[in-house]
């Protein structure tokens, strides 16, 4: 059973850049053929894909975040980390890291894919 958990701080302040990681057990994220995202969905809002970290190291960027937005990776601890800089308070949510239910294509990638596995979420505040 793969299991997924964030991890980062609560609050931040704006224009610091927040740094979540994905910490995951029961499956590797290198010796599969998945992708891992990082998805949010803000108060009162839908879930919005951010971005992709495939098994290759490939990364993937929604178009509206690509400038703030990096995801990077720890083989060594099997864990996965988002870099948002510049946040403001429009980037308060509640933050997922995912897997999803296929294995990768190939590129491009399709935010749209089914996720199979989530973490519970971390609530993230942005405010001075």
């Known amino acids: 059973q793969v299991q997924l958990q964030e991890s980062g701080p609560g609050l931040v302040k704006p224009s610091q850049t927040l740094v979540l990681t994905c910490t995951v057990s029961?499956?590797?994220?290198?010796?599969?053929?998945?992708?891992w995202s990082w998805i949010r969905q803000p108060p009162g809002k839908g879930l919005e894909w951010m971005g992709v970290?495939?098994?290759?190291?490939?990364?993937y960027y929604s178009p509206s975040l690509k400038s703030r937005t990096s995801i990077s990776r720890d083989t060594s601890k099997n864990q996965f980390s988002l870099h948002l800089s510049s946040v403001t308070p429009e980037d308060t949510a509640v933050y997922y890291c995912a897997r999803d239910a296929e294995t990768y294509s190939g590129s491009p990638y399709y935010p749209g894919m089914e996720k199979e596995y989530w973490g519970q979420g971390t609530q993230v505040t942005v405010s001075s």
């Open positions: 970290i495939v098994y290759d190291g490939s990364t």
């Open positions: 029961g499956g590797s994220i290198t010796n599969s053929y998945y992708a």
